[in-house]
């Protein structure tokens, strides 16, 4: 079994995979009478012949160490995950290697950060950490095949 750590998480060593959404040191602009600090535009949402949705998704925790064999994918559109609650979790993501996952990589998410995931992009399935978590996900509805999944030989994450 291969076995990986779990990295803390930067925009720059998630770029390939994606988005990290959380607010910028200052907000781009005031809004509402001064009221509201609008941190605009954190991810794109990128929908392919569907519509964008918003859903809440309730998911049971894993510990460390813990043992990954499953990856998806949704080809027709990206989909971003934000932490409804005030606990970190992780997102394990791996790069495409002709048309399969290659070796996986895990990044540990600071709680109140979320991340949208570019379409076509190999992920494992949402990994709170220690206790269930909500997540409100935008994503794609729409015609055509929009998930994939692949099981892969299990690899152990790590702290």
């Not at 291969?2 to 005031?30: H, K, N």
């Not at 269930?132 to 892969?152: S, T, W």
């Amino acid at each position: 079994m291969t076995g990986i750590g779990i990295t803390p998480l930067t925009a720059e060593a998630f770029a390939p995979f994606g988005d990290v959404i959380s607010q910028r040191d200052s907000a781009d602009l005031l809004i509402n009478g001064g009221r509201c600090e609008r941190h605009h535009a954190l991810a794109r949402v990128e929908c392919a012949g569907g519509d964008a949705i918003i859903s809440i998704f309730r998911s049971q925790p894993v510990s460390l160490p813990y043992s990954c064999d499953l990856l998806e994918r949704h080809p027709l559109g990206s989909q971003a995950f934000m932490p409804l609650g005030p606990d970190p979790w992780m997102s394990i993501v791996a790069p495409d290697i002709d048309g399969r996952p290659g070796l996986p990589l895990a990044f540990r998410v600071p709680a109140k950060v979320g991340l949208n995931l570019r379409p076509g992009i190999w992920h494992g399935v949402l990994t709170p950490l220690d206790r269930a978590a909500d997540f409100l996900v935008v994503d794609r509805e729409g015609p055509g095949n929009n998930l994939e999944e692949r099981r892969i030989a299990p690899v152990m994450i790590t702290e």
